[in-house]
């Protein structure tokens, strides 16, 4: 192990604050910025290969990697078995000095890529272990513990642009979510329903539109208060979220309406059989919160695509007139039932 003086002491405080001014000086992009600090944690340390790897359920995933093992990227250990999975468990720096008597490390792996010792630092957020910095090299004992603190300072360049990049990713998927429901908004139903239309045109690939209306929500919500109109739109969506295939698509669009987007879909066996769940799934939501004063119902307006449909915002429409259609037809027949 290389002997650390002042002056290697120096070249390493020169090297990371270079480090930060680079980070600094573009886009904080987790890609840029791992690849970056691989590239400089190789170098200050002398190593022979380095890489960064991130915590994905039990398994240690290579996220970016050069040098030694650059053909690692990608690849997976268990957690519990690897250096970097207890350096990210404990939240600390380890090193191996012998991969050949060390047994935290997977020796086997090790020699067949041509490493002899390593050394990892943790990426921490928010108090917790989300992945490893780590550097390799061919000879052994080729780490000590103040390899270690430099190696946990540019494991702290990392996270950062991991916090940045996951706050990047809550914010698309809460913009692409109704707030309320959880449940696909209507930005994201207008570009699976524009594909739809796509293939029906080019592949002949039928589908329907199912556009779900709750009869006198209004009156509802004004009864039982704007918590409580929440409260019957939450499980409406959870119900009808229970009655869709994998492939197909439940949207709330907004207030009342709900639709459903049942691709590759035969209307012969679909229709009926989905209207049926549909009313199944009300019924049961009806007597669970059981709303005083109100029967909970819906209209569903169905289309069917044809193969020539021009948008997908025209058939959007047709199921929103199908739906105002399906209502007053189940107002009038009420009235008409009312005064026989």
Not at 97 to 107: I, K, Q, S
Not at 230 to 236: E, K, T, Y
Request: aromatic share 4%; charged share 25%; net charge negative.
């Amino acid at each position: 192990m290389a002997t650390i003086t002042r002056d290697t002491e120096l070249d390493r405080l020169h090297f990371l604050i270079e480090t930060q001014r680079l980070i600094n000086a573009g886009p904080l992009e987790a890609d840029r910025v791992m690849a970056l600090v691989v590239q400089r944690a190789q170098a200050a340390l002398s190593a022979d290969g380095a890489l960064v790897e991130l915590t994905q359920g039990d398994a240690m995933v290579v996220h970016v990697a050069g040098g030694l093992v650059e053909t690692c990227t990608s690849s997976s250990t268990p957690l519990e078995g690897s250096l970097s999975g207890q350096c990210a468990r404990l939240g600390m720096p380890l090193v191996c000095r012998d991969t050949a008597t060390d047994r935290r490390v997977d020796g086997e792996a090790c020699r067949e890529l041509g490493i002899r010792s390593m050394a990892a630092a943790p990426l921490v957020q928010a108090g917790q272990g989300v992945g490893a910095l780590r550097v390799v090299s061919a000879l052994p004992d080729q780490f000590g513990d103040v390899d270690a603190d430099v190696l946990e300072l540019m494991a702290n360049f990392v996270t950062p642009a991991l916090s940045a990049a996951s706050k990047l990713e809550q914010e698309a998927e809460r913009a692409l979510r109704d707030s309320l429901t959880g449940l696909p908004n209507k930005m994201i139903l207008m570009d699976r329903l524009a594909r739809s239309v796509y293939e029906a045109r080019r592949y002949g690939q039928p589908f329907g539109l199912f556009y779900i209306d709750i009869d006198h929500f209004s009156a509802i919500n004004e009864s039982l208060g704007r918590e409580g109109g929440d409260a019957v739109l939450r499980a409406v969506g959870r119900g009808l979220n229970s009655t869709v295939r994998s492939g197909d698509t439940l949207a709330r669009l907004e207030a009342d309406q709900f639709v459903i987007l049942c691709g590759n879909a035969d209307r012969d066996i679909v229709e009926e059989r989905l209207k049926g769940r549909i009313n199944t799934v009300i019924s049961k939501v009806d007597e669970e919160l059981g709303l005083d004063g109100f029967t909970l119902e819906v209209s569903v307006g169905v289309v069917w695509s044809t193969g020539n449909d021009a948008s997908a915002e025209s058939l959007l429409t047709a199921a929103s007139t199908a739906v105002y259609r399906a209502k007053r037809q189940r107002y009038a027949a009420t009235a008409n039932a009312a005064n026989s």
